[in-house]
C-alpha cells in the first residue's frame, strides 16, 4: 500500500528529475503514477493545462471553484471546455451561498475581509473537494509573480498531504500564447479586453492591469493581497 510518505519521496524526487522536462512529459508522469486519483485544477482563465493534461490522460477530471462572484465569461469558458474537450469538469462550490454568506459575515466581503472571502469561497472548497486524489496540476508559472518565481514543476503539499504539479511553472507568457495558437485552446474572452489575470468579479479581486503593471497587477489591486490562499 502506498503511502503519504510514499508519495512525498516520488514527489521531491520527481521534482528534481523532470526540473527540464517538457509539460506533457510531467503530467505523462502524475498519470503513470496516480492514475484517475490525479486532477487538474483551472481557474478557466485559459485552458491551457486541461489540455496539456487531456493529450496524456483523455477524460481526467478538470476541478472548477465556482466562487458564486465569476464573470459570465469565465462561466461560460468553463462550459465551453466541458462541452468541447475530453475531460470531466468537476464544479465544486462553497458551503455558503453568497447570500448565505452575507447574511452571516455582512455584504461585501471580499471588500472588508478578502483573505476570509477567499478562504471560504475557495480554500475550504478545494481542500473538501481534493479529499479523492492524490495529486493535482495546477497552471502556476514562475513569471507570474515574485511570490511564484520559486514555483517547482512538482512538489509535495504538505498542508493538503497531496503531490502538486506546476507542469507549465518554466512557461513564459510567450509559451503560453504559442500553444494556444498551436493547438486552438479555449481562452476566456476578458483576456482579449484587456484583463491580463482574471479571478472573481467584483473590482476589488479582479482589475485592468495599468498600462506597464504586471500581469496579476490586477488582482486585489491596492489591498497588498497577492494570492487567494490556495497556493500558500
Known sequence: MTTATDYEAAALKAGREL?????QEILRWAADTFGRRFCVTSSMEDAVVAHLASTVL?????????TGYHFPETIGTRDAVAATMPV???TLTPKLTVAEQDAAYGPQLHDRDPDLCCSLRKVEPLNRGL???????????RDESPSRANTPVV???AKRRKVKLAPIARWTQADVDAY?????VLLNPLLW???TSVGCSPLSCTAKPGEGEAGRAGRWAGSGKTECGIHL
Open 131 to 141: 479529499g479523492g486524489y492524490d495529486a493535482w496540476a495546477t497552471g502556476l508559472r
Open 180 to 184: 494556444v495558437q498551436a493547438n486552438g
Open 19 to 23: 526540473e527540464e522536462a517538457s509539460a
Open 88 to 90: 470531466n469538469v468537476i
Open 193 to 195: 479586453e484587456g484583463y
Open 155 to 157: 512538489a509535495w503539499d
Open 58 to 66: 483523455p477524460g481526467v477530471d478538470v476541478v472548477f471553484l465556482d
